[in-house]
Nanobody
């Protein structure tokens, strides 16, 4: 099995910063892409940022404020200049090839709540 565990969520004021981490563990042979999605109450899940090798991709709404990075099986999301509209549950995902398997399969964490107050 593969587990993704997020940490670093919390309550901050608008303009402040927060750093999320997501550690993957288990029977991992290799990881392709990793990234972050978010889901606000009453809204659909949306992509925040992804990283594949040295390539990164960001939602327009977070460009210039958020930075995604990765170290082996852990992915980070540095969030600066947070806005009230960034409030959401942030979910980590990873495309994982398990030991003994040939395909990359997406796995998801349970999410970390980020609340930004005005």
């Amino acid at each position: 099995q593969v587990q993704l565990v997020e940490s670093g969520g919390g309550l901050v004021q608008a303009g402040e910063s927060l750093r999320l981490s997501c550690a993957a563990s288990g029977s991992i042979f290799s990881i392709n892409a990793m990234g972050w999605y978010r889901q606000a109450p009453g809204k659909e899940r949306e992509l925040v940022a992804t990283i594949t090798g040295v390539n990164t991709n960001y939602a327009e709404s977070v460009k210039g404020r958020f930075t995604i990075s990765r170290a082996k099986t852990t992915v980070y999301l540095q969030m600066n200049s947070l806005k009230v509209e960034d409030t959401a549950v942030y979910l980590c995902y990873a495309e994982v090839k398990r030991i003994g398997y040939s395909l990359y399969i997406p796995y998801w964490g349970k999410g970390a709540l980020v609340t930004v107050s005005s």
